[in-house]
């Protein structure tokens, strides 16, 4: 785990930091959001000490030569979520809920995880196993890597108040995560142990969902019968680059899991409840 950076004085290595190579004037994504990105890093790996607060813009305007206002959206949009709040006259602070929780909060907001628990579920994970496999030809397409590249193969089911409701399969490539045993799962999300290997956060996810019929093994794991419905999501997150991180598969008993669709004038909103 990252060493906490807190008081006045770690203000210059935060700024080191996040100013340590310089943002991509010439990416499609914009500077605040890979500001935004930056910042989240250091909140995922839990580097930042939620008692101490974040550089001003001032300060951050002047590290990376970046103008106020794209500092001041990169903020906005991160008080707007959640990550940090502000006080006044004081300055802006990590979400206390976030730097305790890592990766582990952060990508919950857009994780199956977390859109179970909005619907307010009490949402646990069972570990069923951690293994080194190949790379399938679908998986190997899903994470951007070649056919038979050595993968970890992480094996859970998520319960919704002491139900089952997902097996998931999760895998990521071993070159990523050259090292990872189950004790490293137990308390602490892949999620975090990849931010932690590589420092790339997920900046997205992909979903594709799809009707089956449980097979017997699937039925057994999710209490139900061999033969009645089920849901399989697959799932990509994705860096800010654009690359693969990690790629899943879940099955999910139908009645258990249902997509629900919010047409807006901003535009479609989907949850996945309960």
């Given at each position: 785990?990252?060493?906490?950076l807190g008081g ?146 992480v094996n859970r ?96 008993r139908a009645d ?19």
């Amino acid at each position: 785990m990252a060493d906490r950076l807190g008081g006045r004085e770690a203000l210059v290595n935060i700024l080191e930091t996040l100013s340590a190579s310089p943002l991509d004037h010439g990416s499609p994504t914009p500077l605040y959001r890979q500001l935004k990105h930056r910042i989240l890093q250091l909140i995922a790996t839990e580097a930042l000490d939620a008692s101490a607060p974040l550089p001003t813009e001032a300060e951050l305007c002047c590290a990376l030569g970046l103008s106020r206002a794209t500092v001041r959206r990169c903020f906005k949009d991160l008080v707007e979520e959640g990550y940090v709040r502000r006080r006044r006259g004081q300055g802006t602070f990590v979400n206390g809920a976030m730097s305790r929780g890592g990766l582990d909060a952060l990508f919950l907001k857009a994780s199956t995880s977390g859109n179970l628990e909005r619907s307010g579920a009490v949402v646990t994970s069972r570990f069923l196993g951690l293994s080194r496999i190949c790379a399938s030809a679908a998986t190997a397409r899903s994470l951007n890597v070649e056919e038979g590249e050595p993968l970890w193969e992480v094996n859970r089911l998520r319960l919704a108040d002491g139900r089952p409701v997902i097996h998931e399969l999760a895998f990521c490539p071993v070159r990523a995560l050259p090292r990872l045993e189950e004790a490293d799962l137990l308390h602490t999300s892949i999620y975090t142990r990849i931010a932690e290997s590589t420092h790339a956060l997920p900046e997205r996810t992909e979903e594709r969902i799809e009707a089956v019929i449980l097979d017997r093994r699937e039925a057994s794991l999710l209490e139900t019968d061999a033969g009645t419905p089920g849901i399989r999501v697959f799932t990509r997150a994705l860096d800010i680059s654009g690359r693969p991180l990690l790629a899943s598969v879940g099955i999910a008993r139908a009645d258990r899991f249902h997509l629900e669709v919010a047409y807006t004038s901003n535009g479609i909103d989907f949850a996945k409840t309960i």
